[in-house]
């Protein structure tokens, strides 16, 4: 297995050019299905969760390649309406195949996800807006079977504010019979950007970038190609790896808009600013102030940052509160940072962490993948060696982090354990 060895203490400088975003583009993928013919999705970073899509839409019976950091995916001649265990229980994006395999074979088989690192990862939001369009859903052997003669437009509330579920009802309204209203739809970068894709395939959506949606269902969907946005997530990851190592970097090609919570919060923590069009300059701060955070869904700040931040408040000047209302259960992260001598205690899904003077290399392991990166910029700022294992975590959603935090400065390998 391989593990992460850095030498921490190190200063960062220069730039860093920011990957096409992973949850933009999963969701994408899925929604090739909708129509037969040959897609193109371009800026695609060569990630371990792409592949493992690349893998379930090659079982569906999809033709995927990958060259150049563009996918072309030819889905006509998709048969197969099916997600199985393996890859579902690896990667729970796979969910997102459920309503574009209802939608064009009128079933659909897909394994539950079953739960994570981060927490239980229910479906029923997805499950309760399929029923809407009239699925019959069957629960069986840990597998979801949809059926629908006919899915007719409908309109759906979601109680709680989900990507994935808003996801899968978009993608089964765009070719439902009728109009379809989705109400208190999720509104992150990544389903505006799934928007912006599928009106390239000829769907009818307005309200984009809102949490009230209207869709026309259309009878032909076409095929279509799109450059993918840039990480919002590993921006924000390489932000506060400046920040914690009291360095000053560009981050190239991140659109700030999609970070304004995150950069907020680091404004209050003592770091500045200077964003210049797709480019934003960092200026640590010398001492890190300690700032409370709760996670929310987009625009407020993002779960998927969460423990990146935390790592970076275990080494401020005094005592903050980090919440995450969205997975109560992420904070894998914590026991590991601990083992780096930070000083930090857990009550439910509050996190109290107590700046310390300094952080001490040690042994850690990596949980899950935004775990990971809050080990890789503890492991920067301490003080020594860390060694972190199970890196195959992080693999999944940073495109050779070690090698873009090598160019920065950092005295950090990739080695087989
Ligand atoms: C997406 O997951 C992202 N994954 C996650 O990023 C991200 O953390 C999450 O959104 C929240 O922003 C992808 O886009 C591939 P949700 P998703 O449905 O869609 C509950 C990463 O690190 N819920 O918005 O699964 C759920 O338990 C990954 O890149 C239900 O109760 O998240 C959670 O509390 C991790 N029932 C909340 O809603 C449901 O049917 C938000 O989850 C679905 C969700």
């Known amino acids: 297995m391989e593990k992460f060895v850095i030498e921490g203490g190190k200063k ?55 060259e150049d950091k563009s996918l072309a995916i030819d889905t006509s001649y998709c048969s197969f309406y099916e997600a199985p265990y393996e890859i579902v229980s690896k990667m729970r994006a796979s969910i997102n195949v459920l309503g574009p395999l209802l939608a064009r074979f009128g079933k659909a088989k897909v394994s539950l996800p079953g739960g994570c690192a981060i927490g239980t990862r229910p479906v029923d939001l997805h499950l309760k807006a399929m029923e809407k369009f009239g699925a019959k859903i069957n629960i069986k052997n840990g597998y979801i079977y949809a059926e629908a003669k006919e899915l007719k437009g409908a309109k759906i509330y979601f109680e709680k504010v989900s990507v994935g579920a808003t996801e899968n009802a978009i993608s089964v309204a765009v070719s439902a019979k009728g109009e379809t209203e989705i109400f208190n739809a999720a509104v992150e970068p990544e389903i505006t950007s799934m928007i912006d ?110 423990a990146q931040f935390l790592a970076l408040m275990t080494l401020a000047d005094g005592e903050s509160k980090i919440t995450d209302e969205i997975f109560p259960d992420r904070f894998m992260h914590v026991a590991e940072l601990l083992r780096l001598d930070a000083n930090i205690t857990m009550n439910k899904n509050v996190a109290s962490v107590k700046g310390v003077k300094q952080l001490s290399g040690a042994e850690v392991m990596a949980t899950d993948l935004r775990a990971s990166a809050a080990l890789v910029l503890a492991g920067l700022a301490a003080k020594g060696k860390t060694v972190i294992s199970r890196i195959y975590h992080i693999d999944r959603g940073y495109e050779k982090i070690e090698e873009k935090l090598k160019q920065l400065g950092a005295d950090i390998k990739r080695v087989q354990g």
């Open 197 to 306: 894709f599928l009106v390239k395939m000829g769907a009818q959506i307005e309200g984009k970038g809102t949490s009230h949606l209207k869709i026309k269902g259309v009878q032909e969907l076409h095929s279509a190609e799109m450059e993918m946005i840039p990480d919002r997530i590993e921006a924000g990851t390489f932000l506060l790896a400046a920040a914690i190592t009291k360095s000053e970097i560009t981050v190239k090609n991140c659109v700030s808009e999609h970070l304004q919570s995150l950069i907020e919060k680091m404004e209050k923590a003592g770091s500045r600013f200077r964003i210049e069009n797709k480019n934003i300059k960092i200026f640590p701060a010398e001492r890190i102030k300690p700032v409370d955070i709760f996670t929310e869904p987009y625009p407020g700040f993002p779960t998927d940052l969460q």
């Open 12 to 66: 960062l400088s220069g730039s860093v050019e920011i990957s096409g975003a992973k949850n933009a583009i999963l969701p994408i993928m899925a929604v090739t299905l909708l129509a037969k013919g040959k897609s193109a999705l371009r800026n695609v970073p060569k990630l371990n969760d792409i592949k493992m899509m690349s893998h379930l839409l090659r079982i569906i019976g999809a033709r995927v390649d990958y």
